[in-house]
Each structure stands twice: as structure tokens, then as C-alpha cells.
């Protein structure tokens, strides 16, 4: 206690001195947390694009050809239909979810005396899992439905309040599309954000085989949302699929616009890459600025020693011994850089807190950012390194106190 309580009283005695080499460490610690959990926020509002994907997912459809083939000329179209389906799961046991999709397009839909216009598409029940769809009441298109062809729906949160105003619950309810009847069965809430978000909001879902009947596309399909087990190699199997396709319907080879692509893998593998080089770019920043809190330590400490060395001289010429010289020291080193860290890991959370909590308050949604956080352990391991630093910090001047000669001591001026 005693020897708490002296350097208490040094450090008092040495305020200004004291505080500007603990702005540095605070600076540094700060620095690391702040950028750190801003990354983070950077990395969770862009990742949040992609919503809860499976991140292996691909989606295939047609486009008009570019090469001529076997007589048939460029510019033209190539039908998918759920013939291709069946092939794509006879042919690749990789695939583990598939759902053709029956795209309708933009459709005057109406309930009662309220309408709108909305998408309107027909899925499989292997939607549910590629997709982030979350159902706010009822169910979603399941195999008996395609099988029976029947004229059930699920619609969004966004077209559930605009054709039935009001309602709390809509199940059971029918909306007319195209002059034809459809029994509600669910609505869905997207898990996804920004324009993607508010599609999937506004859009009519029926079973893909009653859309295919009722609006005369028989078999037909736009594209295919393809998912594979994981550890399987994505990009391969959508090379392959591409191939089978292209062969199907007569397109050339090396038309890569004929039957084009999205492999969902390969933009996660991008950015996941990116954000790593963010990270240890941060990292780099961050430790810049932990080392000059430790040269500032050293420094100060340097000083500290010169300041005392008449002092030392006389503890040791009345029998200090040079191990209590240098925990003396040491303690001093270690207080201030404890303090000090303390004090920028405790600013640092409160401000990525605050940022999280005005980006709540104020219901801001942006694809680029959100949810600043912080990892706890990467705080805990930077504290306690800082710590492990200031004591590293407090050796050499320590060590020098230690030596110091009594005689040449109480000499000096």
C-alpha cells in the first residue's frame, strides 16, 4: 500500500506529463476497438445483402444466343421447361435443393374492392430453403399443392397490406390474378434487405404446376434457383449444368450468354476476402498506434528515472535493494498503461454502442452498413497485451534505475 500510495503521489505530482502519455495509449486502444467494430459494421451491412442465402447457391436461366448453331440463328431464346429440372436432378446428386421458378411479371392483383399491382411468380416448395423467407402467418406452397395443381397462393407482408387493409389475418381469403380465384394459405415476410427486400414484400406466389396450367405456360419455366450439399465446388456443377443445358437446347458450346449464371459462392468468397484484407489493414493501423503508446511509456518512464535518480540514490544508500528499485518502476509502468487502456477500451464500446443504437433509433437501413460490434475476446487479448506491453515498457528504465550507483547518485544535480 505504501508503495502504491508513492507513486499515486508521483503521478499526481507529474499530471500533465502523466496524462499526455495516457492520451496516446487511450488513442491506441480506442483506435482499435472504433476501427475494428466499424469494419464489423461495414462487413454485417454488406453481407446482409445477401440475407440468409445458402451461400452456395446459384441461380440459371436463358438469354438470347450470340453464336449460330446447327442451322438455328443468334437472337433467339431458349425455352426452359421443368423437362430441364428432371435433368438436372438426374443428372447432378450434388444439387440438393432446386426450384424452378415460373416468373408472371408484373400483374394487376385484387381483393374485394382493393387492388394492386405485383409480381407474381410460381415456386416449388424447395424455395424455403435457399431462400430467406420467413411466414408471418400460415404456410408456404408445399409438394401437395403441385401435385393437385392447386389454387392456393402466398403473398408478402407488403401486398397483405394493401389488398386487405386492416386485416390482421388474411388466411383463407381469396385474391383474383388474371381474372382467376386464389385462397390465401400464408404470407411472407422477406429476411432480406433493400430492393430485394421489398420485391419479395410485394410479390404473389403460387405452385409453380398451377401457374403453368392456369396461365397457359404448360411446362414452362424462366429460371432455375440451385443450391448444392455443402463442401460441394459450386462453380463446377454450375459449369456442368450450363453444358447440359446448352446441349438441350441446341445452343453452341462457347455461347456463354446463351444459358448465363450467378454463382452466389463466389461473391461471398469476394467479399469475405475483402473484408480479411480490411481487417488486417485495421490491425496494421491499430498496432501503429499501440506502439507509439509504448515508445511514449518508454520515454516517459526514461524520464521518470532521470527525474529520480537523486532519490534512487538515496533509497539505495539506506539499503533498497535493486529488485524493489525496479518493481517501483515496473508498477508505476504498469498503473499507467492499465488505467489507460482501461479507460480506451470502455470509450471505444460505448461509441460503437451509441453508433448502434442511433442506427436502431432511427430505423436506418443501408446495404453497406450495419450492426457495429465488436468481438469481447479481441478487446480482452488487445487489453491485456497493452498491459503485457507497458510492463515490457517499464523494464528498461527499470532496469536502469536498478543500476544506478548511490555515490554518482547523490552527486548528481
Given at each position: ?49 445477401f ?25 433467339r ?5 421443368t ?5 438436372i ?22 381483393a ?32 401437395l ?140 493501423v ?17 524520464i521518470?528515472?532521470?527525474e ?19 518493481r ?23 461509441t460503437l ?10 430505423e ?35 532496469y ?14
Open positions: 500500500m505504501e508503495l502504491l500510495r508513492e507513486i499515486a503521489t508521483t503521478i499526481w505530482m507529474h499530471k500533465l506529463r502523466t496524462a499526455l502519455t495516457a492520451i496516446v495509449l487511450i488513442i491506441g486502444i480506442f483506435s482499435l476497438i472504433f476501427l475494428f467494430g466499424m469494419g464489423r459494421g461495414l462487413s454485417n451491412g454488406t453481407m446482409d445483402v440475407g440468409k442465402f445458402a451461400t452456395n447457391t446459384m441461380f440459371v436461366w436463358a438469354q438470347r444466343t450470340t453464336i449460330a448453331h446447327k442451322g438455328l440463328p443468334t437472337g431464346i431458349a425455352s426452359l421447361t423437362q430441364d429440372a428432371e435433368a436432378r438426374q443428372n447432378f446428386s450434388e444439387v440438393q435443393y432446386m426450384s424452378p421458378r415460373l416468373q408472371l411479371g408484373t400483374t394487376r392483383v385484387a374485394g374492392q382493393n387492388y394492386g399491382s405485383f409480381e407474381v411468380r410460381g415456386e416449388t416448395p424447395d424455395l424455403k430453403f435457399i431462400l430467406p423467407i420467413e411466414m408471418e402467418q400460415g404456410r408456404y406452397i408445399n409438394g399443392d403441385l401435385r393437385e395443381r392447386r389454387k392456393v397462393c402466398v403473398i408478402g407482408t407488403g401486398a397483405k397490406d394493401i389488398l386487405f387493409k386492416g386485416a390482421s389475418k388474411v388466411i383463407g381469403e381469396y385474391i383474383q390474378v388474371r381474372g382467376v380465384f386464389f385462397r390465401v394459405v400464408g404470407v411472407q415476410a422477406s429476411m432480406q434487405t433493400g430492393d430485394q427486400g421489398r420485391e419479395d414484400d410485394m410479390a404473389v406466389i403460387v405452385p409453380l404446376s398451377t401457374g403453368q396450367v392456369v396461365f397457359n405456360l404448360i411446362d414452362r419455366v424462366h429460371y432455375f434457383t440451385i443450391s448444392c450439399f455443402a463442401g460441394v465446388n459450386s462453380n463446377v456443377v454450375e459449369a456442368a449444368i450450363k453444358r447440359l443445358l446448352r446441349d438441350r437446347h441446341e445452343i453452341h458450346p462457347k455461347d456463354m450468354l446463351g444459358i448465363n449464371s450467378f454463382n452466389l459462392s463466389n461473391q461471398v468468397q469476394k467479399f469475405t476476402g475483402l473484408f480479411a484484407a480490411i481487417d488486417g489493414f485495421i490491425l496494421f491499430g498496432l501503429g498506434f499501440i506502439i507509439a503508446g509504448i515508445a511514449g511509456i518508454v520515454n516517459i518512464m526514461l521518470v528515472v532521470r529520480r535518480t537523486r532519490e534512487i540514490g538515496i533509497r539505495k544508500s539506506i539499503g533498497a535493494t535493486s529488485g524493489s528499485i525496479m517501483m518502476i515496473l508498477i508505476e509502468s504498469i498503473i499507467i498503461t492499465t488505467i489507460s487502456t482501461y479507460i480506451g477500451m470502455v470509450l471505444g464500446v460505448a454502442a451509441f453508433f448502434d443504437y442511433l442506427i436502431t433509433k432511427l436506418v437501413e443501408s446495404i453497406f452498413f450495419s450492426n457495429p460490434e465488436v468481438n469481447f475476446k479481441l478487446v480482452f487479448i488487445a487489453m491485456f497485451l497493452m498491459i503485457g506491453f507497458g510492463a515490457l515498457a517499464g523494464a528498461l528504465p527499470a536502469r534505475a536498478a543500476q544506478i550507483n548511490p555515490v554518482e547518485a547523490l552527486a548528481d544535480e
